[in-house]
């Protein structure tokens, strides 16, 4: 057998080195102290120990049939000689054969790269994949702003996209694309030019519910403040927004002290006030400005009622002066009276009622009232001269001269707060308004009426006549008028007691009617309507309309009636006056023609067995009361009287 020596591995014809040989060989032994032992392969420990702790050569024995190599070490050396050596036998190798290792025969590339099969997990990466992976940036965002920017997308914090494919601007819309977004300019430009400022110029707030108003009578400011972050409004088509609260001239405009009506609007972005405008002037703010309130201001007790005038932005200038013009405030739902107690004004539940909620319309803006109940006052209305003032009585909603219990129901003459004659009868009227309390107000009555009848037929003169001057009428509503009768012998705190009208009702109901003030027609006899007989206050040429009340023909005043009498109530004729008559009580019970003296001397010229002129009990008296000469009855039972009378 030749020796030849040659490489541990697995190809035939290569001469290895003592070092690859021995390299090869460590994994086949182990040193534990100091010694050598052949390493068992399967518990990877020292197994067969060695002569010496050095291997000093190698050879591989192969004979020339390519068979399995067989090796031997040297492993101790005598005078530069080997002189002991180790055979190695197949099993210590293990495995590691050709046919398992190099089944194709690539001999020395067996472990080349390129020569690895991939498994369905185990994959072997190509030098164009290494390359690819080492171009990626250390802790690389495919979503930051460079990459997303050189990728041509859109970052949420970018500020303009009109560079976008996806985005056009085209302030003409010519394009008419279904497939791109335009820019907010080019829809304003868009939209402005379809509805222009010039043609819409709308005035007016966005939403009521954004702000909030409030007056303070003491130091006269008027302030409109947001109730979230913002309040909008439009003037003549441009919109402003009002982001702060209480700064001067943009939330808060101080009135002067002087009495009168304050209209507040915003002239652009400008909090402006103006006093008691003429009719040209409310127009111009009505068609050019923001109207937001207004205050009627008194400037003698220092105090204000604030009215609400926040109109919408959708409402055209030329329909809200339209609407303010013609039609004014308009009654739509409740505001009933209710909750009477007709009386002898003994309690003061005789002078009482209620009011229900309701609702009107000021234009566009919706107006709830709130209810007042039955021993609840309200605002009383008077007037001092040509100026407004009010006041409250507790428990009421009528108004005595002073306040206080002492005095009757006052009324209204020609501007001077007067004390109704004792047994007259006043009016109260009742509003609806657009006061930013929500409630409804009094006003007291503009004369005194002698008789029911005369009171009942005064109704509606006295309310379409009512002289308002510097209030807001068209943004008042008659609702009721209710007759009172005050009397200082009535027990009650107003000394007064609620009458029915001469039809029956407990109050004139003006709800539904249309008493609201209107434009008037260029000619009378334009007008529709001219044969009606809605027109009460008036005499009628064929005389079939019963004269009530009291008139004056030459300076000779002429009162006559016919009503029911309550036992021990009576009928007042004007004071300090003369003049004659003649009185009926019951069916031609008792009757009597009579004189009167300005000093009140009454002279029975024909009279029945039981007509006196004193106040004597069981009676038909007719006699001096000292505010007035009286017509009472005192027979023990209610009863009809029917006079005339005339003085001067």
Known sequence: M?????????TNGSHPTTLTVKAALDALYLAVGGALYWKDPVANKAALPLASNTVNDARVVQDDGGGIPTIYVCIATAGGVDVQWIKVTASVLGDMTKAVYDPTTVNGDAFDMDNMVESGTSKVMTSAERTKLTGIEALADVTDTANV???????????????????????????????????????????????GRSEWLQNGVVDNSESTLAFNDGTRV???????????????????TVATDDVAGVNTVTLADEEGLWVIYYDGAVLTALKNPSHSQYEDAMMTKCLVGAVYYDATNNVGILQEERHGFQMSPWTHRYLHEVVGLVYTDGLALADFVISDGTDNEDAQFSIAEGECYDEDLEIDLNAINKTTGNIIYYKDGSDWRWATQA?????????????????NNAGTLTEA???????????????????????????????????????????????????PSKEMKPIATIIYQTRDSYGNDVNAKVVQTSGGDDYVDWRTSALSAGVTAGDH???????????????????????????????????????????????TIATGVAGWGFAQIGDNEEYAHFTFTTAGVVTLL???????????DTKFC???????IAIKNRLGSSKTVRYAVHYS
């Open 2 to 10: 030749r020796h030849k020596s040659q490489d541990v591995g697995y």
């Open 395 to 411: 428990g009421f909603k009528c108004l005595t001269f002073d306040g206080t219990s002492g005095t009757r129901l006052a009324w």
């Open 622 to 628: 007719i006699y001096d009361a000292g505010s007035g």
């Open 525 to 571: 006899g334009s007008l529709g309507g001219l044969t009606d007989d809605d027109h009460t206050q008036y005499f009628l040429a064929d005389g079939t309309r019963s004269i009530t009340g009291t008139y004056t023909q030459n300076a000779l005043i002429k009162a006559a009636s016919s009503e029911a009498v309550a036992d021990d109530a009576e009928i």
């Open 149 to 195: 920017d050189a990728a041509g997308a859109t970052m949420n914090a970018d500020t303009d996209v009109k560079a976008n494919g996806w985005t056009i601007d085209e302030d003409d819309m010519v394009s008419d694309l279904d497939t791109r977004v335009p820019t907010q300019q080019s829809v304003k430009a868009y939209a402005d030019g379809k509805v």
């Open 222 to 240: 008027f302030t409109i403040n947001r109730t979230g972050a913002s309040f909008t409004y439009y003037v003549q088509g441009v919109l402003y």
């Open 606 to 616: 024909i009279w029945s067995s039981n007509t006196v002129n004193t106040d004597t």
């Open 421 to 471: 004659t004792d047994n007259r009868f006043v009016l109260l009227h009742i509003f609806a308004t657009n006061a930013y309390d929500g409630d409804c107000i009094s006003i007291i009555g503009q004369a005194e009426y002698v008789t029911l009848a005369a009171a009942s037929a005064a109704a509606e003169t006295e309310v379409s006549n009512l002289v308002l001057g510097t209030l």
